[in-house]
């Protein structure tokens, strides 16, 4: 891994060698906040990270999202498993205050997604499904604006800044305007720039799709690299390979959360020996998971999210 | 020692912020228009094109045949006009791109962070009035090819127009861009709202005025004194044209009028409406824009879109 050696230590051992105290470490990822994580385990670990509680959401008359109910846990590293269209990007775009749910609740590290979005946004990490940078400003720049915009005060931008070209592998092309960039550039960009600011947990909304194969494998260990330090993450995928790797994972199909477990437990519950996830997709749902043509409802979905039709 | 404090984590803090404004924010959203405005350069030869377009090919063109507009040339006439057309263009396409951004740019990045968005409207719309007034002042290059002689307060004042008509025409856009989904909108938009905007602004024809040339019709003293109680200076002499009663009417409501009567008052020291009208809706427009603009901005950062 091409982490900065001094984001492994602790915020003790940063002060010792005579870096500015905790504030400098913990300014950039979750890495500081892993490395004390065991002792505060017993203040932190009993409240989960993400509370879900019947959350749903309508577009219309169509219910996109129907009574969600789940918690994830600190530390943990969640995945959302199911088709195109089946709620999944709603759900996060909910989680992270960009939607406001029609029913039930949810809270981010323990601040309500509708009545504090405030607090919500400060303690998120966000990657979105589709690149979300200004293709005409260059990484380093991107990355300004983000330290800007959560407030990381002037002195210690610079440094945050550094800290996350190095950890995306990008300070050769700091410089250069991301539009020259490949999807994977964009994508470990987009990572880097949601770490900078510490988020207690990191939403990636299908962090991989639309990556070659490298770029996908390049992605995924860096992102599994954060979860050895302990982020807490919620991930959308309809990858495979990437849900087994996960905690646990909730299978999700029109809206509905079908199911929910560890995948190996899931797998053997529904599955048996030599199957899995998809064998398990099947079986609840009776659909191939792997649908990658966007169905009727698809269409339907994104066109009253589009405004219905006073789209134009 | 704090909770937070004593895990090592340090969650972003909202941007340090007064009075719902927060100055870092402001200045980062104000940034990106610039480096955005500097890096394309198809924004300052569409500048460049019109300016030759209008002021040189129409302005003498045209003022072949017009000779006079109340004594002035018929170039020299359009001056204004020609720079109220590149703050427009200006304006609305900084406006634009937040349609862009939100489908595929830096939107949605700047709706999950806790910046408030009052200061992100405002940096943006700042942003829009300085590259309004940057591409305002293309025109400017030009007055000695058409004989305007600019003094330092007649510049500083066109700037101060064209930063307000910015501000206003860049809040005008953002409120409509909040409304628009998709690009396909975006021709008929332009063109619907610069168009109208522009042709009923006197921008290109006086409201009323004496239009031919000096010496091609002398009008008498008294005549002279009577126009001008009805508000038309006669300086030379020609025909006195008035422009029916509708089209007045569409004039009179347009708000660019009084900001375009106002830079010709600057530039020309040339009126056709009432000074006190010019200086509240050029100055009074802007800030109220700016107030629904932001409200537009907020409202579609709820929706989530």
């Known amino acids: 891994m091409s982490l900065p050696p001094e984001r492994g230590g602790s915020p003790a051992a940063s002060a010792a060698a005579g870096g500015p105290p905790a504030v400098d470490s913990g300014v950039y990822t979750a890495s500081a906040a892993t490395s004390a994580h065991g002792g505060a385990a017993s203040t932190f670990g009993s409240q989960p990270a993400v509370t879900v509680e019947g959350l749903g959401r309508r577009f219309g008359d169509l219910i996109a999202v129907d009574s969600l109910t789940f918690s994830v846990a600190q530390g943990e590293f969640f995945a959302l498993l199911g088709p195109n269209g089946a709620g999944k990007t709603t759900t996060i775009h909910m989680l992270t205050t960009l939607l406001e749910p029609t029913s039930g609740r949810a809270s981010v590290m323990g601040y309500d997604v509708a009545r504090e979005p405030q607090r919500v946004r400060q303690v998120l990490g966000m990657v979105f499904q589709d690149p979300a940078l200004d293709e005409r400003l260059t990484a380093r720049e991107n990355l300004e604006l983000h330290a800007v915009l959560y407030g990381i005060p002037p002195r210690e931008r610079r440094q945050a800044i550094e800290q996350a070209l190095v950890w995306a592998s990008l300070v050769e092309a700091a410089d250069r305007r991301v539009r020259t960039f490949s999807g994977g550039m964009k994508r470990r960009l987009e990572l880097a720039r949601a770490l900078v600011h510490s988020p207690g947990v990191l939403f990636l909304d299908e962090p991989t799709l639309g990556l070659d194969p490298q770029g996908r494998r390049h992605l995924w260990e860096r992102i599994d690299a954060l979860r050895r330090e302990g982020l807490t993450v919620l991930m959308t995928t309809h990858n495979l390979p990437e849900a087994e790797a996960c905690d646990r994972v909730g299978i999700i199909d029109a809206g509905r959360l079908v199911e929910i477990g560890p995948p190996g437990e899931l797998v053997a519950k529904h599955a048996g020996e030599g199957g899995d996830l998809e064998d398990v997709f099947i079986a609840l749902t009776g659909k191939q998971l792997r649908d990658e043509e966007a169905t009727a409802r698809d269409l339907m979905v994104s066109f009253a999210k589009r405004g219905g039709e006073h789209t134009r | ?305």
């Open chain 2, 1 to 305: 020692m704090t909770a937070q404090a004593a895990t090592g984590r340090t969650h972003a803090k909202a941007p340090p912020s007064w009075a719902g404004i927060a100055p870092s924010v402001v200045w980062v959203m104000w940034r990106r228009e610039m480096l955005r405005y500097a890096r394309d350069r198809s924004q300052l030869f569409g500048g460049l094109s019109r300016t030759v377009l209008w002021l040189v090919i129409l302005g003498f063109g045209l003022g072949a045949a017009l000779r006079q507009i109340e004594g002035y040339t018929y170039a020299q006439y359009i001056l204004p006009g020609v720079i109220v057309l590149n703050v427009l263009f200006a304006a609305l396409q900084c406006a634009i791109s937040l349609v862009w951004d939100r489908q595929v740019g830096i939107m949605r990045e700047v709706l999950v962070s806790p910046a408030p968005m009052l200061s992100v409207a405002l940096g943006k719309l700042l942003g829009g009035a300085t590259v309004s007034v940057i591409q305002g002042s293309i025109p400017l290059l030009f007055t000695p090819l058409i004989g305007v002689r600019l003094t330092v307060w007649s510049v500083l004042g066109a700037w101060a127009v064209m930063f307000f008509l910015g501000l206003f025409m860049t809040a005008l856009g953002v409120i409509i861009a909040s409304q628009l989904r998709t690009f396909e909108g975006f021709g008929s938009i332009s063109n619907g709202v610069i168009q109208p905007l522009y042709f009923l602004s006197g921008s290109i024809f006086p409201l009323r005025g004496v239009i031919g040339g000096v010496g091609f019709l002398e009008i008498p003293q008294h005549l002279r004194e009577e126009l001008r109680r009805l508000g038309i200076f006669a300086i030379g002499g020609g025909w006195v044209v008035q422009l029916p009663t509708w089209i007045q009417v569409l004039v009179y409501v347009n708000p660019v009028s009084y900001q375009l009567d106002l830079l010709r008052y600057v530039l020309l020291r040339f009126q056709q409406l009432p000074m006190a009208a010019d200086l509240a809706v050029t100055f009074g427009a802007a800030p109220v824009a700016v107030v629904f603009a932001a409200w537009a901005m907020r409202r579609m950062a709820a929706n989530g879109r």
